[in-house]
């Protein structure tokens, strides 16, 4: 079937339903033009990556050409833990609700040693953000409203079942080569982003290598569908070495339709083939869920994993984003999140390029900004990998004696790491931020995201980040100055005039005093903040943030 | 920096001590009390340029880097996804 004649209730169905949607292949005028069609951008890959850029890109007014290999949406469920800053991207692009809708929010998590709870951790214990700290949600239903809401944008072109042969860069783009059901084409791409997950086959046609630690360990993931009730509350549960599953540490999760992920860890010595057998998998699951427990299994997969990235994400008009030019551990949730900070850190970037708004010098600056973020992924990535899994006997001294520690102590249950949980990365170096000549306190520090904050406009609540504008805005704390709206393309957003910060959140989480300003990136980064600025010192800020 | 001008006050006390509480136990026992101690002191010291300082002198030699990206190019293992049959 054409994708685009896909009745909009199928992006709503079951799991298995959704997984099922077999996108058909549609022939493009390109495969019939005498030489190769030209476009702006073209993504390789229709995963959350790909299309959260394609989306952000569209919104923006740009065409892109989506090219995938397969015709389906993920199989099993992969990610599933999205991140607060994640839902708050994807409300930029229409899709937040969606997912927060469907999804499994949870903010609570809870560390077990043996039989024993260690302690419980909230990742978000202040009031007043409008998206949880995660929510759980099988990757196939986060692809399918991706590419539900891809579908309502015209400028959005997703080929299903075309494979990219070859990549030729240039200094000017890049010629791909296209493989389809019936016959080979090529397209000529002013800008390439490749989103093609870990084994990335762009990566490989170019010659790139990535490089790291491979984790000598093996994990199953098991999908179980309980029937009836589940004693399980809708938390994140992280044993370590439970007596249902000695010396290995396991991971549980709540999924929406009543199922469960869990990760066992197996160890090196663990044979694939033999754990991903259902009569192996079945008994490890009920000795975890208990005797009475009915449910069937969903999924399951054996993996291991290691922590790398490319030196480089952007090759001149080639650039990666997501799992094809970095793979962390899954202790974290930093895969797909940080995938699609990627992306919201791409678009702007390139539109600015592509509407003549910058020079390419601002898209170069996403190699920088991105390789420092997937930096702070991987270490906290490693570091968890470490703690879960020692390397040596005097790291499993000092690993359990934190575990033993910390159930009476708050100090120790931070040294605890069974995976430091998405955050955004702060981008304290990079060059489009000015920095500070005022003093402020707190985390909002240029390079850091805007903390989201409840406000209201004409009495109607809202929150600070879906005020803000689609390019740079500037927040002032009380009547803007008049030059400010001289600023060409910039959204002023006056707290106490335009929105009101009834609660006082947004002045404090921002340290904001009558007349202090911030001002935040197309991708909600603060990239300068003064007391009382002057017309000049934004404008330069401005000019700083577009690479100019 | 690390104080290691004499700061123990009654350092014949703390020592006995620190003997006494090992007593009983068996060496890997001690093993895992040594990992708690240090884990507390380390909390109630909290500055990581004075543990960093200590953790050089005691070891007496240069403590080397976390080593995260030194090693050479490898093959990317990546998760090999399967479904249950």
Redesign the interface.
Known sequence: MNPRDIPPEAFHASGAEVQAIDFGYVRSPDQDRAMPAQHPIVVIGAGPVGLSLAIDLAQRGQRVVVLDNDHKLS??S?AICFAKRTLEIWDRLGVGQRMVDKGVSWNLGKVFLKEEQLYEFNLLPEEGHERPAFINLQQYYAEAYLVERALQLPGIDIRWHNKVTAVAARDNGALLSVETPDGAYQIDAQWLVACD???SPTRQMLGL??????FQDRFLIADVKLQGDADFPTERWFWFDPPFHPHQSVLLHRQPDNVWRIDFQLGWDAD?EEE???EN?IPRVQALLGAEAQFE?D???????????MDQFVHGRVIFAGDSAH?VS?FGARGANSGVQDAENLAWKLDWVLQGRASPALVATYGPEREYAA?EN??NS?RATDFITPKSEVSR??R???L??ARE?A??RR?VNSGRLSVPATLHASPLNTPDTDAFAGTQVPGAVLLDAPLTKQGQPTWLLRELGPDFTLLVFGPAPAWARDLPGVTVLQIGIDVIDHQALAAQRLDALPRTVYLVRPDQHVCARWRTPTEAAVRSALARAAAA | MLNTQPNLLACDDFYEALIAAHQGLSTPES??MN??L???LA?HIGDQATLQHALQLARGSVVPTAD??T????T??????????
Do not use: M, Q
């Not at chain 1, 999924?299 to 990235?309: E, G």
């Not at chain 2, 090693?71 to 490898?74: D, E, K, L, M, V």
């Open positions: 199989i099993g992969r997950g870990s084994r290598e990535s490089k790291g630690r491979i694939p991903k057998k259902p998998i299994l999924w399951a997969s054996v993996y291991t994993f290691a922590c790398l990235r793979g899954p930096d991987l270490c490693t001294l000092f359990d004696a934190a033993h520690l102590h100090f120790a040294i | 093993h895992a990992a708690r240090v884990l507390l909390n995260r990206r090693t050479p190019a490898i990317p293992v990546v998760p090999t996804h399967a479904v249950a049959a």
